[in-house]
């Protein structure tokens, strides 16, 4: 992203705050430092440390961390207070390694003073990262639990989540000397998985495929009504597999086709809607899944193949219903035809085709179960080779700078992940989880006894509860927080551990585009200098069938099945239900059917989405009863129309 406005658009709404600009000099430091950091990345997957995977956190925190303070803050060159924060990271970092690895390990439970001083002082750091990061939200939140960690003894005994007390040196302890803390699961996947996404995503984009993507996407619609939008969206699903980021995919997708958008005449704010939706909507589907989604695989201890395989159908129906809409709005606007100045199809695919390569390759290598780690090492391998194509003169170079870029675009994660530790060992050792879910189920209870519907409201609750919080914080500590907090209360009353965790993982990437905040449709808005609000909404718009068809995973047994587990024939039945749901969502939302919806067929389509979406035979009858009545409603008044002109 060349282009020093569309960087400033990313920096100001974007969900991570932005990096310093450094001179020269000491973008060469972070430079040599990101390239060594992923050689030792790389190293430890074909040469893991003998002494295990924590072993290897700690290392890879304690040199990590200290970037984050030279890398991240204000002006041109690290003040002096900033070289002392990374060399206090450093060797509170490396604190574990000092005076024996084992050693440490061995006092778990019993920490000396130096011990806690050195948890402290990292705990502090940690925080101060995740503030440089990502703003000011997430450490208040870890500082709101290590407080309820101290003070539950505090609480009315009569509250469910009131318990006896941790004493500073054990909270502690929980996150410097336990598998739950620091260097848990959150950093695990930060440090084995998404810092090599995050390698193959800019050596990707350093071959040209973000170029050709955009390129192949112009070249497939070329001249029609439609094109344009089509375009946008196909280019935001492939765009999506460079870049981790729902709000730079969006600002990257609309420098090159808000213009285009434009001339077809789509208003500013529509134009930003689908931006948004096109943006975020790389981060719901396989292969390149948001980074929540390796958490998901972890908690669940499945393979990520199997956790991108449950993505397939949400994801087509995502598009489906961005591609309804699109085609209601080409219509309803009057939308006509853009002459785009791009080559032949084929010709695109023949120069470009061995872009898509290394993304099959990630696929093909998980289905021959080699481990995501290689199977990623494997694909960038292949990305890299084919940048020979195109930069032979200075291809060490280029990948040396996609491996440095790769691993700095990871620090906000790794903060993030790291901090989150917080927030697990306060849940795991203060039991909050199981009394945060009994109490939602039991608000949930106060309403009605009926089992269905008290499931219905809890998940409804539920919804709730991770769009907000996702408002606050990152998508990959909003997903870990509510896994922990939220999820028990669906396991609780029956839903699969899968389910919930796909159901907390949309509504924390929908967070992006959830208004009031909606980053993504923020950016949009300041890209085609639309009313933020309305883009906002007109977001919300493309983007309904995901905020619904979550609902579906969780309310009946049924919902497996639009995650593809269980028979083919009980997928195919509830995808085709839940197409017609999506349908009709586009009808009320669209405004458009057959020609101009009215206001009598579009309310009719709401409980035809509802009672379709529930996916139980006979309220997908009765939906499909609602959605033949609106077709029935709309042909005899558009007759009637006819028949008056």
Known sequence: ?????????????????????????WERALWIAGLLIALLVLKQVFFPFAKGSQYYLIIFLAVTLPLVFLAYGRGHTPPW??????????????????GGYDEFLNRQGQLSTLDVIAGSVLLVL?????????????????????????????????????????????????????SSGFYGIPLDVAATYIVLFTIYGAVLNASGAGKFFVDVSFAAFRKSRTAPGRTAATAGFLLGTVSGSGTATTVSLGAVTWPMLQKAGYPKENAGGLLAASGIGAILSPPTLGAAAFIIAEYLQVSYLEVLIWAIIPTLLYYLGIALAVEADARRFGAHPVDVDAPRFWDVLKLGWYHFLSLFIIIVFLALDIPVYKAVVYATGVAALFALINHRRDWFRLIADALSVGVRSAFPVIAVCAAAGVVTSTITKTGLGQAFAGSLVDLASALTSEPVVVLM???????????VLGLAVPVTASFIISWVVIGPALITLGVEPAETAMFIFYYAVLSEVTPPTALAAVAAAALTGGDVMKTMWQTWKYTLPAFLVPLAFVLTDAGAALLLRGPLLDSVWAFGASALGVAALAVLTGGWLFGPARWPERLLCVPAALFLLYLQPLTIAIGA?????????????RGRVRDAA
């Open 1 to 25: 992203m060349a282009n020093p406005d569309l960087a400033r658009i990313v920096a100001e709404h974007d969900e991570e705050m932005p990096s310093r600009s450094l001179s020269p000099r």
């Open 81 to 98: 207070w900033d070289w002392i924060l990374a060399g206090l990271a450093f060797v509170v970092g490396a604190y574990p390694l000092f």
């Open 625 to 637: 009863g609602f959605l033949v009545v609106a077709v029935a409603v709309h042909l005899v008044s």
């Open 457 to 467: 409201l809890t998940a409804v609750l539920a919804a709730v509860a991770v769009s």
């Open 126 to 178: 940690i925080l101060e990262a995740c503030r440089r990061t990502t703003g000011w939200v997430l450490p208040v939140v870890c500082l709101a639990f290590i407080a309820y960690a101290y003070y539950g003894g505090f609480l009315p005994a009569s509250w469910s989540i009131s318990h006896s007390g941790i004493d500073f040196p054990q909270i502690i302890n929980g996150f410097f000397n336990d």
